[in-house]
Structures are given as C-alpha cells and as structure tokens.
C-alpha cells in the first residue's frame, strides 16, 4: 500500500523559512517523480513543484520559483521543500503527491497518491 | 496557462440520483490529458480518473468521465452517500504548468 505522511509545518513569520519532509513507503521511491500541490484555507489545489526520480530534473510554480527547492534522499525514501522568503500568501495545505512516471516533462502529469498534507501558516 | 472552468459551482441532488460535472478548458487539451480527483472536507484528494476516461486503482464503475479538446465530463451514474464532497479537475501534458478547476461540491439535496 503506497503511503506518504508528510511533516515539518507550523506557524512561520513573513519572511521566514521552513522545510517540509515527505517519507514515503509501499513503491519504489526512486523510480517515480513526486509533486509538492498545495491548498489555500477554504480554496482550490495549485501545483507547486516537481522532481524527477532521480532528482536530477525539477519543476516549479512562477509563484514560488526563486523561494522553494524541491529535493530528494533516495536513500531515505524522502522528499523535502525548502521554503524560504515566505509570504502570506503561502498559507496551505502542503500535500506531497506520487507521479505516475520516474521522468518528469515540464507539462506535468496527474497525481495517483497524495499524502494527509501538512499545514504552513505564515503570520506574523 | 490553460484556465480550467467547473461547472457547476454546486450540485444539489439527492443520493440514487446521476450526477453529471463539467469541466471547460481555455484551450484545448492535448491527448485528453485530463484527470478528476474527488476531496472530501479534512482530507486529501484523490485520483478517480485520468487521461479523460480510464477510471483509477480501485475506483467504482458509476464513476466515470469523458469528452475531448476543451469539453469533459464526469458523470456519477447513481450517487452513493459517500459521494457527497467536492470533485476538480486537471489538465497535464499540455502547455505548462498543469492546472485545476475550481471545484464543483456535490452537496445532498
């Protein structure tokens, strides 16, 4: 059974950073790309970012391109979202999201497993 | 980007009843690249239907979805009392980045 349980949200202030995790267990990590969407309180999902299998390729938002790196430990079946400058408007739900493919195209793909989602809140 | 449009905003049917989403995109969706996910309140989504018609692992069969270019549909033949949540749509593998609908509530009547 795939399973993704994700970690490492809280309460931030503006401009502050913080790292989410993502362990992941039931499939072989390394050979799917994975997916970081999240959820404004009360709103709808936006892709955020994107990494290959390998970790070699990754992907991101124009709104968060600059401030988040998606990354991987292959080795620890992880996957991690540095998130820094944040702002306001980061306030989600973070859901870390299992692809369909081990290489990622630009355009993306649809997500087969989420995880439960870890909340950011950014306030000061 | 293409901007994906749900509608309706609200559907109010009674359990038994069909159901029958639409999803409009801005420009047409290459391959029938479009995928259905079903959320209900606290929980994450999850995957019903992708490339416009092939139902997930282990969804039932009264789901189902269809349409092509810039028209897709998701019908619930007969909605069951676990159905009742909010459904949206999103488009992939054409210009980037993949995009979601806003989201249609399918709400008891």
């Known amino acids: 059974e795939v399973q993704l349980l994700e970690s490492g949200g809280g309460l931030v202030q503006p401009g502050g950073s913080l790292r989410l995790s993502c362990a992941a267990s039931g499939f072989t990590f390394s050979s799917y790309a994975m997916s970081w969407v999240r959820q404004a309180p009360g709103k709808g999902l936006e892709w955020v970012s994107a990494?290959?299998?390998?970790?070699?390729?990754?992907y991101y938002a124009d709104s968060v391109k600059g401030r988040f790196t998606i990354s991987r430990d292959n080795s620890k079946n992880t996957l991690y979202l540095q998130m820094n400058s944040l702002r306001a408007e980061d306030t989600a739900v973070y859901y870390c999201?299992?692809?369909?493919?081990?290489?990622?195209?630009?355009?993306?793909?649809?997500?087969?497993?989420w995880g439960q989602g870890t909340l950011v809140t950014v306030s000061s | 980007e293409i901007v994906l449009t749900q509608s309706p905003a609200t559907l109010s049917l009674s359990p038994g009843e069909r159901a029958t989403l639409s999803c409009g995109a801005s420009q047409s969706v290459s391959s029938s690249y479009l995928a259905w996910y079903q959320q209900k309140p606290g929980l994450a989504p999850r995957l019903l239907i992708y490339d416009a018609s092939s139902r997930a692992t282990g969804i039932p069969d009264r789901f189902s979805g269809s349409g092509s270019g810039t028209d897709f549909t998701l019908t619930i033949s007969r909605l069951e009392p676990e159905d009742f949540a909010v459904y949206y749509c999103q488009q992939y593998g054409s210009s980037p980045p993949l995009t979601f609908g806003g989201g249609t509530k399918v709400e008891i009547k």
């Open positions: 990494i290959s299998g390998s970790g070699g390729s990754t």
């Open positions: 999201a299992k692809e369909p493919v081990y290489y990622y195209d630009s355009s993306g793909y649809y997500h087969e497993y």
